[in-house]
């Protein structure tokens, strides 16, 4: 009886150990579980475009700051961290993996899609026009196109050329006149604008804004001879890096959180918020 007693309390002993073993694999799994659960997304930007991206009393801000902040809201299997970066360290980061998002205004091109995961879904939009001498008064696009209008050259590689090659294949008697660029700053172009030797400068709205509207701007002096119009809004997403893998599936979470921020109004009340208008508004064909 007693040597039978000895092996049910031995027993008992296995089963403990066994069970308090199981408990300690259970806890170290969901330990495991928890500790991959979140993955931090390293989001850098660039830090003086305004009203984009940029950095406010140490903290980062901006449009597409704010629309990131929303998705990181829906998203809590990921946490974004910001980085407020110049333009070419940026994109340097996200080809080594330092960065697994960019966000600097940035439009859809062939060779950047090649290069980066673009998503489906656009974070936001530029408006693109026309500054021109104000006593033309072009009050739209096609009346620049109308009268063959003469624009400061454009580099191949700038998606604005072919937003104007596209309106010139589409408007075949109404063509712009369009050359490829050299090398030219902002200020160049405006000058060229003024002189007469060319007729519009095809321009970012928000970039005419700052340099000639503001009073801060650095062409503000010439805001009295100059005007613009808007033509359309253009596209811009978040650059991808491919450097890790998990980003392919990333960028299908985003795609899926933007939409429910394009539905719920948030997209919409950002860019009233930075841009005192909807940019979305001008998204499309025109």
Known sequence: MVKKKGLIIGAAVVVVVVGAGAVVR????????SAHQVRTINVAHTQNYVPYDYVENGVSKGYEV???????????????????????????????????????GAWWTKE???????????VGASIIGITYRKDDN???????????????????QNG?????????KAHPNEKINLKAADQF????????????????????KVNYQNSVAAANGAYHKSADKLAYTPYKGIKTYPIISRSNKDNAHFAKEYDQAIKKLQKNGTLTKLSQKYFKENVWDFVGDK
Request: hydrophobic share 35%; net charge neutral; no cysteine.
């Open 66 to 104: 704010d629309v990131l902040k929303a998705v990181d809201k829906l998203l809590p299997d990921y946490k974004f961290k910001y980085h407020p970066t110049s333009d070419e360290d940026l994109l340097v980061g996200l080809d080594s993996g330092k960065y697994d998002v960019g966000v600097k």
């Open 160 to 168: 604005q050329y072919a937003v104007v090659q596209e309106w010139n």
């Open 185 to 204: 700053t902002v200020g160049d172009a405006y000058n060229w604008v003024l002189e007469g030797r060319y007729d519009a400068y095809f321009d970012v």
């Open 112 to 122: 950047r899609a090649q290069k980066y995961i673009l998503p489906k879904q656009a």
């Open 26 to 33: 259970h806890l170290n799994a969901d330990s495991t579980k």
């Open 138 to 156: 072009y009050k739209t696009f096609a009346d620049f196109a109308k009268k063959s209008g003469k624009l400061v050259p454009i580099s191949p």
